[in-house]
T-cell receptor
Framework: GAGVSQSPSNKVTEKGKDVELRCDPISGHTALYWYRQSLGQGLEFLIYFQGNSAPDKSGLPSDRFSAERTGGSVSTLTIQRTQQEDSAVYLC?????????????FGPGTRLTVL | QKEVEQDPGPLSVPEGAIVSLNCTYSNSAFQYFMWYRQYSRKGPELLMYTYSSGNKEDGRFTAQVDKSSKYISLFIRDSQPSDSATYLCAMSRPGANNLFFGTGTRLTVIP
């Protein structure tokens, strides 16, 4: 079936504006993850969803970051009052209960640039 | 100190060479080890997944895990220009919800 999709693929915004990033996981995948990839850095974990609940928000870097997931499917990551240091590629992944949470399948990412 | 260390390269090899990519880690609780391939401006693609120590082979790719040394490797035989990408190691421990990634090694295979 279709893979993980993310939109927009690119987002350029001005410092102080809010942005919303969308992730549509693989159908049937109950677990969903958001990561951030900055230049020269590894992937940094942000938040994990199991169904619609987010039992692990430990990676969110500040209270300007929030995420929700509705219907056990689509997730939205919101960054309020964006800062230049928020510029990065935001990656979403999902995993299947059958194959386990360690086999995570990634979307193409949203490249966020904050001017 | 980062939990997962990976030499960022870049690594450049001629076509047909054997490539060795490596990561070290500090957390002995890691049990699951993955290698991802990431092409430019694409998301990471899962290449290999191993549990605990040992070897796993899939076509031209071999993953090795040495838990006693906290060291994992990915070997690529008969490397092709299409293998040119960034290779990310990742690992996880029981009860963790997320993967811990290395910074990635950028590989170029020259025709």
């Amino acid at each position: 079936g279709a893979g993980v999709s993310q939109s927009p693929s690119n987002k350029v915004t001005e410092k102080g504006k809010d942005v919303e990033l969308r992730c549509d996981p693989i159908s049937g995948h109950t677990a969903l993850y958001w990561y951030r990839q900055s230049l020269g850095q590894g992937l940094e974990f942000l938040i994990y969803f199991q169904g619609n609940s987010a039992p692990d928000k430990s990676g969110l870097p500040s209270d300007r970051f929030s995420a929700e997931r509705t219907g056990g499917s689509v997730s939205t990551l919101t960054i309020q009052r964006t800062q230049q240091e928020d510029s990065a590629v935001y990656l979403c992944a999902s995993s299947s209960p059958r194959r386990g949470e360690n086999e995570q399948f990634f979307g193409p990412g949203t490249r966020l640039t904050v001017l | 100190q980062k939990e997962v260390e990976q030499d960022p390269g870049p690594l450049s090899v001629p076509e047909g060479a054997i490539v060795s990519l490596n990561c070290t880690y500090s957390n002995s609780a890691f049990q699951y080890f993955m290698w991802y391939r990431q092409y430019s401006r694409k998301g990471p693609e899962l290449l290999m997944y191993t549990y605990s120590s040992g070897n796993k082979e899939d076509g031209r790719f071999t993953a090795q895990v040495d838990k006693s040394s906290k060291y994992i490797s990915l070997f690529i035989r008969d490397s092709q220009p299409s293998d040119s990408a960034t290779y990310l190691c990742a690992m996880s421990r029981p009860g963790a919800n997320n993967l811990f990634f290395g910074t990635g090694t950028r590989l170029t295979v020259i025709p």
